[in-house]
């Protein structure tokens, strides 16, 4: 151990060299232990595949899986600019310039169980608004207001779901924050209002931290208003630090500062008067600064040129930032620089919250841990190529890992043009991350789910529309989460820690325990071969069965041509709870219920599910806005269960409760002692299915059947 007040350094051997973790990076999900050195310091840079180059986010937490299956976890709580050496004893070595060797151990022994103690020390994440889990769309290249209607209107013509617009920088007025261009982007604000009163739609735009100080005195209120209220870094002079980002010099708000949250409200809350947003895209805070340190250069200062610098992308610390020596409300940028995405994160949640009055969705590209508590994360500037694509899976898994389940990739690539089998590839992926969204940067072909065509329109409309019809269980997966922590996507190894196949495989994850996701990543590929662990699993769409629990661990060949629908597969022993779908979250939350009983194919074990059902937006969800909590079981029988504490009532009703894996056509079928007639059988699938119910979910129910 090495303790200097610039240099701090500890080793520690590891119980196996099944490491995950230690981000942001993109990578493998399973760590390379071959002395691979990860830098942990946030940096505005386009994410480069392979490298343990410094990104946007900084997560000094792991996942060590030990021999025997158990899993733990470690969290080192340090702010400053880190080195993590991997080596092959198994062994890690934590290197920083600062701060102090805060180490949290937590045991599990479940990798799931991990991650809810981590999340208990960090905090829980956050539940976002149901529309917030429906599809985005955005690109920076739209043009004009009228672009942006049209492609809108094409979405909705194809009946693709959308639920929210998204637009980038290009609607402000010379890049200015909290301004609108008035030549080609007039009218923003009745377009918002109309998609939201006419079509259930929502309205998210960019937001980034630089402020510009160069505008005619008195003119930009965001400016002057900061002045007056001292709430800008400063340099070592007290002065506002001046750097350079879209707008030309910027200062950029400092929101550890005591006026910071009163400042960004009211520059929210009037902004929200001429564009009246449902959540906000925040950007360029690293803090990213197109100029070193700032336009006037950084002191000679042990903060700005250290005794050691690590390892990161340009070699100095001031690099594409502000200088380290800047004062942050009595804090030196050095300590508290990865700290800047975190903080503004929680004052533009709090904003939001004060301004709409519900619960709002929140974008940052800078994390830390505790960010998933009020927002989410995209994983930045992407490339449109096939690396890309599969590299998004280890991402969004390594997120859930971090605390921030609300996480997806820009879907077919935000860099270059993508192409017809790579965006179709991506839609049928993107459409499963937990936050999808489809993006791409000007000046590159567009991309959004009408560009290419009829057919492939067609296809992004069914792989939606499935998303769309398992809202209700990936709902319920963040709402677990909220409560309880933990993650909503999972890699195969938490399910099923005994099985050693799983630990490296990131091509294919997990909607919590009950929905297996295995995308096509190959280009020119038809089928993928997918791993099965040791279950009982059955093909979402039909019911088949593929493999029952007791036949061992399989692969599986799924067909798969370039139009199809994601291969998905229910495991055996769950109920999930589905929605018919619509176009928008707001549409499909008043069509029928669906439950889809997937029998375990053990005698004996029942299978069992929950659903979660809320307003999907009220604030103090859980603790204060009513709520349903529901619980199935089928063994015999089905039954349902009410949470004594719910109060919610939905307006949908359950119409339809389908079960996989029915060994036989049943003689009878009855709901609360009442026989019916409404189910029929497929004996070649093994598919019951009961139709025509009209059940209130918020009263317990019993189906039995014989």
Not at 135 to 157: D, F, K, P
Not at 508 to 530: D, E, H, K, R
Not at 562 to 582: D, E, F
Not at 663 to 675: F, Q, R
Request: aromatic share 12%; hydrophobic share 35%.
């Amino acid at each position: 151990m090495i303790f200097e007040d610039q240099f701090l350094q500890i080793s520690s051997k590891l119980s196996s060299s099944n490491l995950y973790g230690l981000g942001e990076h993109v990578d493998p999900l399973k760590l390379n232990m071959t002395w691979r050195m990860d830098t942990l310091f946030a940096r505005d840079v386009a994410t480069p595949v392979g490298l343990q180059e410094n990104l946007y986010g900084v997560h000094p937490f792991y996942m060590n899986i030990e021999d025997d299956g158990n899993a733990n976890g470690v969290f080192l709580l340090n702010s400053n600019a880190l080195e993590i050496i991997l080596q092959p004893l198994p062994a890690i070595t934590y290197r920083s310039i600062g701060g102090i060797m805060d180490f949290y151990v937590f045991l599990g022994p479940s990798p799931e169980q991990v991650i809810q103690q981590y999340t208990a020390v960090i905090g829980k994440p956050y539940l976002p608004p149901y529309w917030g889990l429906g599809y985005h769309l955005c690109r920076w290249g739209y043009g004009s207001l009228e672009r942006t209607i049209q492609v809108n209107s094409n979405m909705r013509a194809k009946g693709i779901p959308q639920d929210v617009q998204w637009n980038d920088i290009e609607y402000m007025r010379d890049h200015l924050d909290f301004t609108v261009d008035p030549s080609k982007w007039n009218g923003l604000g009745d377009f918002v209002k109309k998609i939201q009163s006419q079509y259930n739609q929502h309205y998210i735009p960019i937001v980034d931290p630089g402020i510009s100080n160069t505008q005619p005195s008195g003119s930009y209120k965001p400016y002057s208003d900061g002045l007056s209220m001292d709430v800008f870094v400063k340099t070592t002079e007290g002065q506002p630090l001046v750097g350079q980002v879209w707008p030309g010099n910027t200062v950029f708000p400092d929101f550890f500062s005591k006026n910071a949250q009163q400042y960004w409200t009211e520059q929210l809350s009037a902004f929200h008067d001429e564009v009246p947003f449902d959540g906000l895209w925040i950007d360029m805070n690293e803090p990213s600064n197109f100029v070193e340190g700032s336009t006037s250069g950084c002191p000679a200062s042990k903060w700005d040129s250290p005794p050691y610098t690590p390892h990161i992308i340009g070699n100095t610390l001031k690099s594409k930032t502000i200088c380290m020596s800047a004062n942050q409300n009595g804090y030196r940028h050095y300590d508290v620089h990865s700290l800047y995405g975190y903080s503004e994160t929680v004052a533009t949640m709090k904003a939001l919250e004060t301004v709409r009055g519900k619960r709002s969705v929140v974008i940052s590209r800078s994390t830390y841990p505790s960010s998933g508590q009020h927002g989410g994360h995209w994983l930045g500037d992407n490339f449109a190529q096939w690396n890309s694509f599969r590299y998004s899976i280890p991402g969004i898994l390594n997120f859930n890992l971090f605390g921030i389940p609300l996480v997806g990739a820009d879907i077919c690539g935000f860099i270059g043009n993508t192409n017809f089998e790579l965006c179709a590839r991506w839609t049928q992926l993107g459409a499963f991350y937990p936050f999808s969204r489809n993006h791409n940067t000007i000046n590159n072909q567009p991309q959004d789910p009408t560009a290419f065509g009829d057919n492939f329109a067609a296809m992004a409309r069914n792989v939606l529309l499935m998303r769309y019809r398992l809202l209700p269980y990936l709902y319920t997966l963040f709402a677990n989460a909220h409560v309880n922590g933990g993650t909503v996507a999972r890699p195969l190894f938490f399910e099923f820690t005994n099985d050693s196949k799983t630990l490296p495989i990131d091509q294919q994850f997990m909607w919590g325990s009950s929905l297996l996701i295995t995308p096509v990543m190959q280009q020119g590929a038809t089928s993928v071969q997918g791993y099965f662990p040791d279950a009982t699993w059955y093909d979402a769409y039909s019911g088949a069965e593929l493999q029952r629990k007791g036949s061992g661990r399989q692969y599986h060949t799924l067909e798969c041509p370039v139009l199809c629908n994601t291969p998905l597969h229910y495991r055996g022993g769950s109920i999930i709870t589905t929605q018919q779908p619509a176009i928008t979250t707001a549409d499909s939350r008043k069509n029928p219920f669906e439950l889809i009983v997937a029998l375990s194919g053990q005698d004996g074990v029942p299978a069992k599910g929950e659903v979660f059902i809320d307003d999907g937006e009220s604030l103090g969800p859980v603790t204060k806005a009513p709520y349903l909590h529901v619980d199935f079981v089928a063994d015999h029988a089905l039954h349902s269960s009410v949470d004594p504490k719910s109060s919610y009532t939905p307006e949908a009703k359950l119409a339809n409760i389908t079960f996989y894996g029915f060994g036989h056509k049943p003689s009878s079928v009855t709901v609360n002692g009442h026989a019916i007639s409404t189910y029929t059988y497929d004996d070649g699938l093994k598919v019951l299915k009961i139709t025509g119910l009209q059940l209130s979910l918020d009263q317990p129910f019993n189906v039995t059947y014989d």
